[in-house]
């Protein structure tokens, strides 16, 4: 069965540290997302990508977030100043447009 | 704005008792709904799902039926297992002009099964 798979599985950073999340999203599919969960907290959508562009963000998702898709097949979260708040774990999501979102296993993210 | 609250956790319960976790949704549109569920160590599988009014969800005995009237969406078992043990997240998704069908998670219920 295809998957989602996501590296690191956990990234320690400090403060105003810049961090790569990456994701390889199911091949065949055209909608890539990432969310966020931060401890205790409610998964949060964070941001869409549809045809090499975002499709949309979140209040969440300022200017210190970025995503790419650069060679076809990894998609990656960039924080390029990360903040305490940042700490959270981090979930892609590839899509079809039919069906459901398939997740991968994460990447938890402390900044200390 | 669109949200979904479900019921607080942990629920902790015995082998073989009924399950019943609440959802309930506030949604400008006509959404799809979901129970997610996210056993340790894993990422997010999708449980089950239903997209208009009436529609009921199953799958691995879990079942959930979308109440457009009571704007909710419970999620249900007769019988746990301990291999049930995850955590479970209610979630919708509404059309976006853009394409983008994000999904609007609850906070998730721990649920915990002992022998």
């Known amino acids: 069965e295809p998957e989602v798979t996501q590296t690191p599985s956990h990234q320690v950073t400090q403060m105003g540290q810049e961090v790569i999340l990456r994701c390889v999203p199911i091949?065949?599919?055209?909608?890539f997302y990432w969310y966020r969960q931060i401890l205790g907290q409610k998964v949060e959508f964070l941001v869409s990508?549809?045809?090499?562009?975002?499709?949309?963000k979140s209040e969440i998702f300022d200017d210190q977030f970025s995503v790419e898709r650069p060679d076809g097949s990894n998609f990656t979260l960039k924080i390029r100043s990360t903040k305490l708040e940042d700490s959270a774990m981090y979930f892609c999501?590839?899509?079809?447009?039919?069906?459901?979102?398939?997740f991968g296993p994460g990447t938890r993210l402390t900044v200390t | 704005g669109n949200s979904v609250t479900q019921m607080e956790g942990p629920v902790t319960l015995s082998e073989e008792a009924f399950l019943t976790i609440n959802c309930t949704y506030t949604?400008?549109?006509?959404?799809?709904l979901f129970w997610y569920v996210q056993y340790p160590g894993e990422g997010l599988q999708l449980l089950l799902k239903?997209?208009?009014?009436?529609d009921k969800g199953s799958n691995k005995g879990f079942e959930a039926t979308y109440r457009k009237e009571t704007t909710s969406f419970h999620l249900e078992k007769g019988s746990v297992q301990v291999s049930d043990s995850a955590v479970y997240f209610c979630?919708?998704?509404?059309?976006?002009?853009?394409?983008?069908?994000?999904?609007?998670f609850g906070k998730g219920t721990k649920l915990t099964v002992n022998p």
């Open positions: 999501a590839s899509y079809a447009g039919v069906g459901e979102q398939y």
């Open positions: 091949s065949n599919h055209l909608y």
């Open positions: 979630a919708l998704s509404l059309p976006y002009q853009g394409g983008s069908e994000k999904l609007v």
């Open positions: 239903a997209t208009k009014a009436d």
């Open positions: 990508f549809y045809n090499n562009e975002i499709s949309e």
């Open positions: 949604a400008t549109g006509y959404p799809s």
